[in-house]
């Protein structure tokens, strides 16, 4: 099953303001490990331990567009809890991938990503945000990060 996330482009600005806005961002964008749609859980598990300093892990469709967002934390206490390992080993990643992740395209002036967090209003510091150049992935962004420019 592949998982498809729509999202709208915020409006850009003037030249001027939008080179500035995206320069002091991009200092902020990592990159970020990533799975694709088809993959089982035990893949991204296998990812995680090959990536242990990762926070988040992108998944994408076979596009490399970003459709989800796997926060490992919260990932690894799933699969370590009651019924984690035995069932959920072999499910498909989208099962426990945010479906509703901010996606971003490169060049979205800061003030409009911000105003589309407010509007969210279910994020929280540790988060992320995934960017996109031409609707590819091209690394995330941590939400403490764009909140502190």
Same mark, same amino acid.
């Given at each position: 099953?592949?998982?498809?996330?729509?999202?709208?482009?915020?409006?850009?600005?003037?030249?001027?303001?939008?080179?500035?806005?995206?320069?002091?961002?991009?200092?902020?964008?990592?990159?970020?490990?990533?799975?694709?749609?088809? =993959?089982?859980?035990?893949?991204? !598990?296998?990812?995680?331990?090959? %990536?242990?300093?990762? @926070?988040? +892990?992108?998944?994408?469709?076979?596009?490399?567009?970003?459709?989800?967002?796997?926060?490992?934390?919260?990932?690894?206490?799933?699969?370590?809890?009651?019924?984690?390992?035995?069932?959920?080993?072999?499910?498909?990643?989208?099962?426990?991938?945010?479906?509703?992740?901010?996606?971003?395209?490169?060049?979205?002036?800061? =003030?409009?990503?911000?105003?589309? !967090?407010?509007?969210?209003?279910? %994020?929280?510091?540790? @988060?992320? +945000?995934?960017?996109?150049?031409?609707?590819?992935?091209?690394?995330?962004?941590?939400?403490?990060?764009?909140?502190?420019?």
């Amino acid at each position: 099953m592949t998982a498809i996330v729509l999202y709208k482009r915020p409006q850009l600005v003037t030249k001027d303001d939008q080179s500035l806005s995206f320069y002091l961002l991009s200092k902020f964008i990592q990159d970020s490990p990533h799975v694709y749609t088809n =993959q089982k859980c035990k893949d991204t !598990l296998r990812v995680l331990f090959a %990536h242990p300093e990762a @926070e988040c +892990i992108v998944v994408c469709n076979e596009a490399d567009q970003p459709v989800g967002l796997v926060n490992c934390s919260k990932f690894y206490l799933r699969l370590i809890g009651p019924m984690g390992m035995d069932s959920l080993y072999m499910e498909p990643v989208t099962k426990l991938m945010n479906r509703n992740p901010l996606i971003v395209e490169e060049g979205t002036h800061v =003030q409009s990503i911000r105003e589309e !967090l407010d509007r969210r209003q279910e %994020h929280s510091l540790g @988060e992320y +945000i995934m960017m996109t150049k031409q609707g590819k992935l091209s690394g995330v962004l941590k939400v403490s990060d764009l909140l502190s420019l």
